[in-house]
């Protein structure tokens, strides 16, 4: 900056001045300022490369996040079967910005993936514990289609034994085999209430028994969340007076479960009914009468539209 600021003073006053730096110093740094403007004038223009497309970074991650195994030069060379010419280094470019981990490391199935690519074919079940009004403990077991979200409850006991348990197994091999479900995996916690004959029994059916982590409910989710929904909607607002009610009271809401209740994880769709066709007439909207029908005296309501 000194030099530039220097620059059309005469050498005679350059020697005058009193800096915190010798004048050849100063000379030497003004010379070296004109050597690389020299320099930058003689050095021809390039061009550069030129920007990538937003369209191809798009197809880029899209490609990346719908195959993990893939690396960059398996992407280009994906591009280039799509009649898209871009150099490798442009890809490793784009994953890179992107943050995207190399394939290696992408390349490992997570249990949230394995639970979305295997839907089709799992089944989940559990125990739950309730208490009755006078204080009798009862254990039920309930099973989840993890595709269509129905739900099967097995039955309700105060005493689980191993004989109990080998029986609702089989109950339940019947009826997937009456429904036609094709189930390949079912998952389960480590409870002591199922004994090796239960997972025998699944076994000769063409079932695999996937047993959860120590401790960690997140692997069998979908199940924990279904007792949820059951105690806080039913369970926690009905007084149970024995097994045969607490029978009763589950029939009702498995109905209410897979017949008319909405899932937000399959878009709102029902397990064992279709939804109806949405109004576009606006007459039919402003003259909408909705009819409510109960069950279990009241505690579940159920709405439809008025023939």
């Not at 970074?57 to 591009?79: D, I």
């Not at 309730?130 to 309700?156: D, P, S």
């Not at 699944?202 to 079932?207: K, N, R």
């Not at 979908?222 to 806080?232: G, K, P, Y």
């Amino acid at each position: 900056m000194l030099a530039a600021l220097l620059q059309p003073m005469p050498r005679q006053a350059l020697r005058g001045l009193r800096l915190l730096v010798r004048p050849d110093t100063i000379l030497r740094w003004h010379r070296d300022l004109l050597a690389r403007q020299h320099a930058a004038r003689s050095r021809p223009k390039r061009p550069g490369r030129p920007p990538t497309l937003r369209s191809i970074r798009a197809l880029v991650l899209r490609l990346v996040t719908e195959n993990p195994g893939w690396g960059y030069r398996r992407v280009h060379g994906e591009l280039l079967v799509l009649g898209i010419k871009v150099a490798p280094s442009t890809v490793w470019e784009i994953l890179k910005q992107a943050g995207i981990d190399p394939a290696p490391d992408r390349a490992s199935s997570t249990w949230a993936q394995f639970l979305r690519s295997q839907a089709d074919a799992l089944l989940a079940c559990d125990f739950f514990e309730t208490t009755t009004l006078f204080g009798t403990h009862m254990y039920v077991l309930a099973v989840i289609e993890h595709t269509t979200r129905r739900v099967r409850i097995l039955g309700a006991t105060a005493h689980p034994t191993a004989a109990w348990v080998t029986q609702a197994a089989r109950n339940l091999a019947m009826g997937l085999q009456d429904a036609g479900v094709r189930a390949r995996y079912l998952i389960r916690d480590r409870d002591g209430k199922f004994p090796d004959l239960f997972d025998a029994i699944l076994s000769d059916t063409g079932i695999e028994v996937i047993l959860t982590g120590v401790r960690m409910p997140r692997m069998n989710a979908i199940m924990e969340r279904w007792v949820r929904t059951c105690r806080r909607e039913l369970l926690d607002r009905t007084l149970i007076f024995n097994q045969r009610h607490l029978l009763r009271a589950l029939g009702e809401f498995e109905r209410h479960y897979n017949e008319h209740r909405p899932h937000q994880g399959i878009a709102n769709a029902r397990p064992l009914a279709t939804l109806p066709q949405p109004l576009t007439d606006t007459a039919a909207i402003s003259q909408l009468r909705i009819e409510r029908s109960d069950r279990l005296g009241g505690i579940l309501h159920e709405y439809r539209r008025a023939a």
